[in-house]
């Protein structure tokens, strides 16, 4: 999920967007959204309702509203192109909406949008060229795909279906969860203990259960009201943060072979790369958050950037998990473990590369599709990997991993010693 926040960094979390606004300049971004393209008979595509009020009408009469698409002739030619006029960025709009006439100092207005080539990214936008820009203007703005079910219609194009997404994999994580809680059980009641390794694993689980939980809460929420829980859905995104780093911190165990060949850890220094994870993954959360540009239709240089170099770094981590693990396997001598570790480094070096080709990917697709199908594959990619420990951990096999190589006299002391870890 690191590398893929950069690479959804031009994602937004509502289809409502609301403020107070105002522009020196005369030209103020407002929202943006990605609709459906028709198809067959249809003969509308989307709709978005604007509301807008202010205490000033007097100094706002030559206010209007503008639309851009995502086409290369409109919005990415004026957004961050300050040498344009304020004219001249309204002659690059697509639809341009006739003055605004005030009611009182309020203004209400449905726009219906029509488009039939593909699904773009719209972008609303409020404009007075004609006086000293404008300033205290309120606005509510929801935008909703008409074409599509009650269901479905909050969402943009390039999140529609994150929903359904994660409602699904929330419900099909319960059984997996019963099954995880059995396992230790029943492990417990072999070994009178539960071991380290599966504590922390299980400590996982629940991070990320409990983190999903909440993104499909969030998103279900979004289907009435366009914003879903944004303050829940930060909460999933801090846990699901503890959850990865826990993850990436018990792999760096399980090859160095902690409490599986030994009781002591190899190299605690590379322990160091757990909070360092866990700082870059939390500082790209503030940066998501509080620095994106939600006006921003394509992925951002700085993030292009951020990508790559977040890329290398654990390109880098992936060849130390490699090499360890391959050095853990040659030095085993019991079949049970030295199987233990083939099937880790055949099972989880593809993981550790296919998290950075995911994000790459990203810069590859169009921006219609980029965020539910990053996100989505990673989800899958790291339930994918919890299933698979899951697996290799289950009770009837856990034991013969854990039971170190000692005289059949000292399994109570072994299990002693394990219980106090």
Same mark, same amino acid.
């Given at each position: 999920? =690191? ?21 020196? !300049?005369?030209?103020?971004?407002? *929202? ?10 249809? #003969?509308?595509? *989307? ?6 009020? @202010? ?20 919005? $990415? ?12 960025? %309204? ?6 909406? !006739? ?5 009182? /100092? ?17 972008? %609303?936008? &409020? ?59 029943? &492990? ?34 979004? #289907? /009435?009201? *366009? ?14 943060? +503890?959850?990865?780093? /826990?993850?990436?911190?018990? +792999? ?17 220094? %590379? ?19 509080? =620095? ?5 239709? @394509?992925?951002? @240089?700085?993030?292009?950037? +951020? ?27 019991? $079949? ?12 989880? @070096? ?5 998290? $950075?080709?995911?994000?790459? +990917?990203?810069?590859? &697709? ?40 000692? $005289? ?7 299990? &002693? ?5």
């Amino acid at each position: 999920m =690191l590398l893929c926040l950069l690479a959804l960094s031009c994602s937004v979390d509502a289809e409502v967007f609301k403020g107070m606004v105002s522009s020196k !300049s005369g030209f103020q971004f407002l *929202g943006k959204f990605c609709f459906d393209n028709m198809k067959g008979d249809d #003969t509308l595509a *989307g709709s978005f309702d604007l509301e807008l009020t @202010t205490r000033n009408p007097n100094t706002s009469q030559s206010l209007r509203v503008l639309m851009y698409t995502d086409e290369e002739n409109s919005w $990415p030619s004026v957004y961050h192109h300050g040498e344009l006029t304020c004219q001249q960025k %309204v002659e690059r709009a697509k639809r341009t909406n !006739s003055i605004i006439e005030w009611d009182d /100092g309020h203004y209400n207005n449905r726009f219906v949008m029509t488009q039939k080539t593909r699904p773009r990214f719209w972008v %609303v936008v &409020l404009a007075n060229c004609q006086e000293a820009g404008f300033r205290d203007v309120k606005y509510n703005l929801h935008f909703r795909n008409i074409l599509h079910s009650n269901w479905q219609q909050e969402f943009g194009m390039n999140v529609m279906g994150l929903q359904t997404f994660y409602l699904v994999l929330c419900i099909l994580w319960v059984p997996f969860m019963a099954a995880v809680a059995y396992s230790i059980v029943k &492990l417990r009641q072999k070994m009178s203990f539960v071991h380290p390794l599966v504590r922390v694993f299980g400590v996982v689980l629940v991070c990320e259960w409990f983190a999903m939980t909440c993104m499909a809460i969030h998103y279900v929420s979004f #289907t /009435g009201n *366009g914003q879903g829980l944004p303050e829940l859905l930060r909460v999933a995104q801090v846990v699901d943060v +503890m959850s990865r780093v /826990g993850f990436i911190g018990l +792999m760096i165990l399980m090859a160095q072979g902690w409490c599986i060949s030994s009781d002591h850890i190899e190299s605690r220094s %590379v322990l160091v790369v757990v909070p360092v994870f866990f700082i870059l993954y939390m500082a790209l959360l503030v940066w998501e958050h509080s =620095l994106v540009d939600s006006a921003q239709i @394509t992925l951002p @240089t700085s993030a292009s950037v +951020m990508l790559w170099m977040v890329v290398a770094v654990w390109f880098l981590f992936a060849a130390w998990f490699v090499f360890t693990i391959f050095k853990s396997y040659r030095a085993e001598r019991n $079949p049970a473990k030295k199987s233990l570790y083939a099937k880790i480094g055949v099972i989880y @070096t593809p993981w550790f590369l296919a998290l $950075p080709l995911i994000s790459v +990917m990203a810069t590859a &697709l169009d921006n219609w599709v980029r965020d539910k199908y990053v996100d989505g594959a990673a989800e899958l990619a790291d339930s994918g990997a919890y299933l698979a420990m899951a697996v290799l951990l289950w009770h009837s096999r856990a034991q013969n991993y854990f039971q170190m190589a000692l $005289p059949q006299d000292r399994n109570y002391a072994k299990a &002693l010693q394990y219980e106090q870890l």
